[in-house]
């Protein structure tokens, strides 16, 4: 199967009174003739039909593939196959991004990124979700703030490329049960209450002018699998071909939410939970996005404190990377204990706050930051740092013995999402957020979501593969598993209370001689 949308060349036959053939059935024949059927003219383009095929005898015929019809996004007059474009999004709950492949190469030729502008109406999707059951209005306003921020990069890739993005035929998008909601005005409540039955899972595709963009193409809309597990996991899933593997793998797409996939060619579980927006860095006074400025490594050797940052400037705050960095070295290096409480006789750089009445780990000293005063990260942040990581290790911890599966079992993990595209590995299963295998086994990849995107839009036998795949994964609800908190409680440790799942660790505390 050749890409999800095509520019066709074509010569029409020559019309006369002897032969009044309509300029519809022209091309269709022209088509039918190249093997195209089941061709589709929607009233925009028959509108473009007369003169054009009158005063042109060659024309290019742009097509999308709906896996069972072709439709006619386009005709121009002349060949134009060498101007053939196409769009692929990762819709996210915190980020957008967008990126423009050219379909003759196959090659991306410009990707822009910008924060989802839900966040106006708040920082996570539960927020969100609330915020729209108050009125059609704040239905509307999320919407709004949805086509707002893809028409801002839209514009943005016609500004880096002088590329027309209104003349792509068609752009695909992956995201999340929710976002889809909101993206089609439907009801986000039916995502996250019970019985957890969405409204849609399978939307397909519309033109993109019935969301609210000022873009005249096909929109092709992932299915989800379940309520939590999004069109963000299926377009991965294309990516990894997990179901086709002999040997058992774990796909985990971690940041604000996360989302897993465990399985083989013989069987697939998925589940999704709230990790927390503390793996991206949003804790802390000082927690930040990735963004100059912002600390994202940091070493510790015995009582002294080292960091980088992004650009090289003053830092202004820590992010995500950074603070896991920071949690992992405070723990090999006695500056917190293995429930992750600070000891003030470790370095003076561990201070008691008056105003907050806890200790907190200064990061940067005022002489260091940009704002001329400390930067720190408390006991508190800590420990909601802390409620993270565990839910994200029993995240994995349940799905695994659902299936039966042992942690040594995994041949491949697969981590993607911001956090561990940027993140030190080692300092990730220090803190104790993935399991202790060798390292070779993980393989991390930025963004599945946009590169399942990207792969549909020059595959167009994705499209049966992804309704496949969401109608065939069985979900586990993380929220039945009766023992989850329990499990959670236990993960709370660095790296876990049964350091004997951490041996690599164990090990290196030992040599350090700081393991309590």
Not at 460 to 465: E, F, I, M, Y
Request: charged content about 20%; some cysteine; overall charge negative.
């Amino acid at each position: 199967m050749g890409p999800i949308s095509e520019k066709i060349y074509l010569r029409l036959l020559a019309i006369s009174e002897d032969t009044p053939v309509s300029d519809q059935q022209r091309i269709r024949l022209a088509l039918l003739e190249l093997g195209y059927e089941n061709v589709i003219f929607p009233l925009s383009v028959l509108g473009k039909l007369y003169p054009l095929c009158r005063e042109h005898s060659d024309i290019t015929v742009t097509l999308v593939f709906r896996e069972t019809d072709w439709v006619i996004t386009n005709i121009e007059a002349g060949d134009q196959r060498a101007h053939h474009y196409a769009l692929a999004v990762d819709y996210g709950s915190t980020t957008v991004v967008m990126r423009l492949i050219d379909m003759n190469s196959g090659v991306a030729v410009a990707e822009e990124k910008a924060v989802n502008r839900q966040a106006d109406f708040g920082a996570d999707i539960l927020t969100r979700i609330t915020y729209s059951l108050e009125g059609p209005e704040h239905t509307e306003d999320l919407h709004r703030a949805t086509t707002e921020t893809f028409q801002d990069l839209l514009a943005r890739l016609y500004e880096d490329t002088g590329i027309d993005t209104a003349l792509c035929p068609v752009m695909t998008i992956s995201g999340n049960t929710t976002m889809i909601h909101f993206l089609l005005k439907l009801n986000a409540w039916t995502v996250f209450a019970a019985p957890f039955a969405p409204v849609c899972h399978d939307p397909g595709f519309f033109w993109g002018r019935e969301l609210g963009f000022d873009f005249p193409g096909l929109v092709y809309l992932f299915p989800a699998a379940s309520n939590y597990v999004g069109g963000d996991i299926i377009s991965g899933l294309l990516v990894l071909d997990i179901h086709k593997k002999e040997e058992t793998c774990l796909f985990f797409d971690i940041g604000t939410n996360g989302e897993l996939v465990l399985g083989n060619r013989d069987w697939m579980l998925a589940g999704a939970g709230a990790a927390g927006p503390a793996l991206e860095g949003y804790i802390s006074r000082f927690g930040m996005r990735a963004q100059p400025g912002a600390i994202d490594t940091v070493s510790i050797a015995s009582t002294s404190l080292s960091f980088t940052t992004i650009q090289n400037q003053k830092p202004i705050g820590i992010c995500g990377s950074g603070i896991i960095d920071l949690i992992a070295q405070m723990r090999l290096n006695g500056w917190i204990d293995a429930a992750g409480q600070l000891n003030p006789a470790a370095s003076e750089r561990i201070v008691y706050l008056e105003e907050e009445r806890e200790y907190a780990a200064v990061y940067a000293l005022a002489t260091e930051s940009a704002t001329e005063t400390p930067l720190f990260f408390s006991q508190t942040d800590i420990d909601q740092y802390l409620d993270t990581k565990a839910a994200a290790y029993t995240m994995v911890d349940c799905l695994l013995e659902t299936a039966g599966v042992q942690t040594e079992e995994l041949a491949l993990v697969y981590l993607s999402g911001a956090f561990p595209a940027h993140s030190d590995l080692e300092s990730a299963i220090t803190v104790g957020i993935f399991p202790d295998l060798p390292r070779e086994r993980y393989h991390c990849i930025a963004n599945t979501s946009l590169e399942g995107a990207q792969l549909l839009l020059l595959d167009g036998s994705k499209l049966r593969d992804a309704r496949e795949l969401a109608n065939n994964l069985y979900c586990v609800q993380f929220a039945s598993i009766p023992d989850f908190l329990i499990r959670m409680q236990a993960a709370k440790f660095i790296s876990h209370t049964d350091m004997n799942r951490y041996p690599t660790i164990r090990n290196r505390l030992q040599n350090k001689e700081n393991y309590r």
